[in-house]
Each structure stands twice: as C-alpha cells, then as structure tokens.
C-alpha cells in the first residue's frame, strides 16, 4: 500500500474509533506497515491538518494514537455532545495522586500517608478502571500492588508516566493553575473534577467516609 493510501486508511480508522490505538494496532489494521513507519504517517497527517487549518489532531496518548478536537472549538463540540466531567470525591484523588507518583504501591503503603483506611477509594478507582491491579509485593502477606492503568493516561492526556509533573514542579509552584488538556478529549470523556471537598479527618488511621 503507497503512503497516501496508508493515510488515509489510517485517517479513517483513528476517525471512526474513540479509542486508543498503538502504532502496533494500526500497523496489522493497514497492513504492510511498521509501527515506526505508522508514527511517520501520523506525522505527515498532522502536518497536512496544520498547513490547511483542520480543527483536528491526531495526539500521542496512553502509548498509543487518538484523534482529539483542537481546544479552540470546546465550546462548539459541548453543545452537541456535552462531555460529563468524571467526578471524583476529594480522598479518591488524593489515593490516585499517590498511586500515580509511588507506583507499584501496596494498600498499607497508602494509608500510611493519608493516615486513612482508603479500600474505599482503592475499589472505586478500580471500577473506574484508573487503577488496575499490578501483582503481588513479596512482603509477608504478598500485598497487592497497585498502579496507574492506560485510562488514567488517556484521561489526563498523558502519553506516559514521565509527563506526569515532578514532585519539584509541584512544590515550587505555591498557587499552581489547574492543568488544561492540549486537546479535547474522546467523545464521551471529560477531564477529572473533585466533588466536594469533605471535612478535615483526624491524623490517626479511620475509615474514610463513603
């Protein structure tokens, strides 16, 4: 297959689909590709979309490809598909904060900074699939280890861990403003929103309000 008809299979495939495609999948769905030559016809896509002024890229996320609305025309896309911010409570972001940034973690090792029974928290991010389940730490017990999950990148617009800020970022920055997506995300995702913050808990170990 030549190059301008690998694009446009290529186009037609990321278009048609909300979800996250590796250069790996989109090499066996075009056929006769690589996964370096795929990356290259991305490229050359979005070059053509910037010189003729499209309202569309096709964006690095979660180690793979998606095709994402420029942020210039949120307004515009909301009145036809409204996007629902996933809403979290104020200690699931927190355990997910620490997860993401300590990651492989095991449940004893999160409460141990929150100062707070957090099962609850850990079971809702699962269920949200922001969290997935890593193995087995070979401490007694062999807790359950913990990390990030491929949703967790797609929805904060991250193609890996390493965009994540630093620790050093976040301390230098005293009133940080909150982080904008370069891109809009999939239809029927929305960036994360913390519900109402709940009061203040004490320092010693609790179980944490539902």
């Keep these: 297959m030549i190059d301008d008809d690998a694009k446009k299979v290529l186009e037609a495939v990321l278009f048609s689909t909300p979800e996250v495609l590796t250069a790996q999948n989109l090499a066996s769905i075009v056929g006769n590709a690589t996964p370096s030559h795929i990356r290259s016809l991305t490229q050359a896509l979005n070059d053509e979309y910037e ?56 449940r004893a090792e999160v409460e141990h900074l929150r100062g707070v029974d957090v099962s609850h928290s850990l079971r809702s991010l699962l269920e949200r699939k922001l969290i997935r389940i890593l193995g087995k730490d070979k401490a ?12 967790f990148l797609s929805l904060f617009n ?44 004490e320092p010693e170990l609790q179980r944490e309000a539902g």
């Design 51 to 106: 010189r003729t002024g499209r309202t569309f890229r096709i964006v690095p996320i979660a180690g793979g490809f998606q095709m994402r609305t420029l942020p210039l025309y949120r307004t515009w896309v909301k009145k036809t598909e409204p996007l629902k911010p996933v809403r979290l409570s104020q200690p699931a972001l927190e355990t997910l904060s620490i997860v993401a940034y300590r990651q492989p973690v095991t």
């Design 140 to 151: 007694p017990g062999r807790p359950i280890l913990y990390g990030t999950s491929r949703e």
């Design 158 to 201: 991250l193609n890996d861990l390493k965009e994540l800020p630093t620790l050093e970022d976040l301390d230098l920055a005293p009133s940080p403003p909150e982080a904008k997506p370069t891109l809009l995300p999939a239809p029927g995702q929305a960036a994360a929103e913390p519900e109402p913050a709940p009061a203040e808990t």
